[in-house]
Nanobody
Framework: QVQLVESGGGLVQPGGSLRLSCAAS????????MGWYRQAPGKQREMVAT???????NYADSVQGRFTISRDNAKNTVYLQMNSLKPEDTAVYYC???????WGQGTQVTVSS
């Protein structure tokens, strides 16, 4: 079973950038579509971005043009580059293996001045 560990969260000012990483154990990483999701306090978890095994991407409207998802299959890692961050991006960010529904433990992102 794949295990996921997210990192890279933190406190950043509005307009700033962060890069999240999700390291996966297991040799099946390269054949699985992966996704980043987020959950803000009092809100449902929502999809932020997904990437297929071949690198095709999809984004939520709210992050289109600001966030970029990518993957390095040699390192079993998926990334989320977040630019032009806004206070409404504040949430716990999770990565997920789409086929199996496996979740990581999450990493907190706080955008505040």
């Amino acid at each position: 079973q794949v295990q996921l560990v997210e990192s890279g969260g933190g406190l950043v000012q509005p307009g700033g950038s962060l890069r999240l990483s999700c390291a996966a154990s297991g040799s099946i990483f390269s054949i699985n579509a992966m996704g980043w999701y987020r959950q803000a306090p009092g809100k449902q978890r929502e999809m932020v971005a997904t990437i297929t095994s071949r690198g095709s991407t999809n984004y939520a409207d709210s992050v289109q043009g600001r966030f970029t998802i990518s993957r390095d299959n040699a390192k079993n890692t998926v990334y989320l580059q977040m630019n032009s961050l806004k206070p409404e991006d504040t949430a716990v960010y999770y990565c997920r293996v789409l086929r199996t529904g496996t979740w990581g433990q999450g990493t907190q992102v706080t955008v505040s001045s």
